[in-house]
């Protein structure tokens, strides 16, 4: 099955060159595209592929394709989903799905009627010490959960935002959706759906490239009683600190973190047996823990067109973190 799969890949920048690295060891690179000429041109020749620079001549030209992936500006992926689903294929989309929940819930109702598979990039759901804390909670070991607290603090100087589509409203979003939408997706994954929200949002530091906060902190009460705290920034001093996830149990404390959440912290559990998570080693920029699980979404995304019962994340873990993420924003205004 996997010699069958023939990707084509709508946008060329740095996260899609990661998932042309991919798409390769799985598939079929057939086409790239980019409003980007140069960059398309780039991977195109790398790959030896054809290059289009809009996706109206790649769904024209390139019928063969069954599998898109899509790495545009995360507003734009609600159009090139769709786009992609009427033309008969299958989608992997990187986070976030899009940017409002009107949206989300389109691209889900037109990949029903399409009877083509839409997937979104998880990443954070392959993170061993995540993976060791979903199992602790649904088995029951945790016991009751009383409290959490996700932290989410990493450095983003004003040059990351000059002469590009970060900090825009439109294509960017906001700041949880481009740098820490993974992270509301494990809350999500681990703790169930959220009921209520109250905090505050300020821009502190980039008042002159960015349209909404760098800061924020909230209060959280999820559907099913559980408590805790979402805290964010992009003003970290030099360099990313840490993603850090907290969760008191009836049955234990446990701490996730370091910069991409690659060990643990604290560990007090009922049971030793629990976790057994060695520190994931930051070697160089390119082993860092989340942005190499891109390798586990393609093989489980090969697995998923095989067998749909294979567990991988849908549609709707998708919409629902658009839908969490627009909570908090119309919730609470910026400052």
């Excluded at 899609?16 to 991919?22: I, N, W």
């Excluded at 973190?257 to 643990?264: F, L």
Aim: with cysteine; glycine share 6%; charged share 20%.
């Amino acid at each position: 099955m996997e010699n069958n799969l023939l990707f084509v890949l709508i946008g060329c920048g740095r996260i899609g060159e990661r998932h042309a690295e991919q798409i390769v060891k799985t598939g079929k690179l057939l086409a790239v595209c980019d409003l980007d000429k140069t960059r398309a041109d780039e991977i195109a020749h790398r790959y030896k592929v054809n290059a289009y620079y809009s996706i109206d001549d790649l769904l024209l030209h390139e019928k063969e394709a069954n599998v898109i992936s899509v790495c545009t500006p995360n507003g734009l992926h609600a159009e090139h989903c769709i786009k992609s689903l009427q033309a008969g294929k299958h989608v992997l989309c990187e986070k976030p799905l899009c940017i409002t929940g009107a949206a989300a819930r389109q691209i889900m109702e037109t990949m029903k009627y399409s009877r083509r598979k839409l997937f979104v990039v998880k990443s954070g759901r392959y993170i061993p010490a995540l993976q060791q804390a979903k199992n602790w909670i649904s088995n029951g070991h945790a016991g009751k959960i009383y409290n959490f607290h996700l932290s989410c603090l990493w450095n983003r100087p004003v040059s990351y935002y000059e002469n590009n589509w970060h900090g825009s409203m439109f294509p960017d979003g906001g700041t949880l959706y481009t740098q820490f939408s993974h992270y509301i997706d494990v809350l999500l994954w681990l703790m169930g759906d959220i009921e209520e929200v109250n905090g505050f949002r300020k821009n502190n530091a980039h008042s002159t490239v960015m349209e909404f906060e760098d800061d924020g902190a909230v209060a959280i009460k999820m559907k099913n009683g559980m408590i805790g705290t979402l805290n964010w920034s992009v003003n970290t001093f030099l360099k990313n600190m840490e993603i850090a996830l907290t969760i008191v149990a009836e049955h234990g404390t446990v701490k996730i973190g370091g910069e991409y959440m690659n060990k643990v912290d604290y560990l007090c559990t009922r049971n030793d047996s629990d976790f057994h998570i060695p520190e994931i080693p930051l070697l160089h920029k390119e082993s860092r823990p989340l942005m190499s699980n891109h390798q586990h979404v393609y093989e489980n995304l090969a697995k998923v067109l095989m067998d749909d019962q294979h567990p991988f994340p849908t549609v709707l873990d998708g919409v629902k973190t658009v839908e969490a993420i627009e909570m908090i924003y119309q919730k609470i205004n910026l400052q």
